[in-house]
């Protein structure tokens, strides 16, 4: 379809962090956009993971991003590290029928009011397996086609980042006569949350990090000020992923801009 995007991200917040500016301006001028959310963000159990659910709802609504534009795979989220990381290894799964442990069981769930995918569409949970999150990948991207894929980068240091990036790219050249546009953001870089975004305020531009030097210049879209102060309020709905942590991290990629890194086929 033309001028549709469909954004993939693997936790509750990435989708307002890499593209909730963009949201926002295309909500408003009614172009053809959906949201997947792979994880329930529960790493901390099912409890804060129905919780960042709702987060995200409301963040983007705030955003203008009606709830039938999203869909929650419900899939689990088990850390960060390339080791603990749930889509990581799925991805680095041979078997594509064996069943991962999440935090919160052995399948896919969601909200008694927006439920995850498979159930909603099959009325039965998908198991935790590779071939179970292949499956709805494709079933999302074919049903929509979309121009453009938003989704997050290879060289994310999370390694649910890293991996749903090479799903989606599994997922995409499995389709014969598809080659949708794919833009990936970063949002843990290799120069460190601490270092990158920058902490230079909210009326500065993002930067290049510098673990991206050699790469390509990413586009950088700039947001309309209408858009960043929705982007500032759909954040500030994420209160489970705003400790005091890591507030500083997330605030810094309320920016002028947002970024985003074009692949090529062959990447
Ligand atoms: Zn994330």
Redesign the pocket.
Known sequence: MMDSLLVI???P??EILTCGGWLYERQARGLPTWVVVVTN?DVAGSAAGLARLRESLAGLQVLGVRSDQVVFLGYADTGMSVDDSFLYGLFAEDDSSRIHLGRAGVATYGLPDHLDFRTRMYGRAAPYTRGDLVADLRALIGEHRPETIVT?APEDT?G??AALYWFVREVVSGFESYRPNILTAL?HSADGDAAWPRRSGEDTAMTVPYCLAGYPLPISRLLTPQARLAKGAALRCHATALTADAREFLEAFLKRDELFWIRQADD
Request: proline letters at 9%.
């Open positions: 991200v693997p936790h917040d990435d963000g997050t999370h649910d980042h949002v």
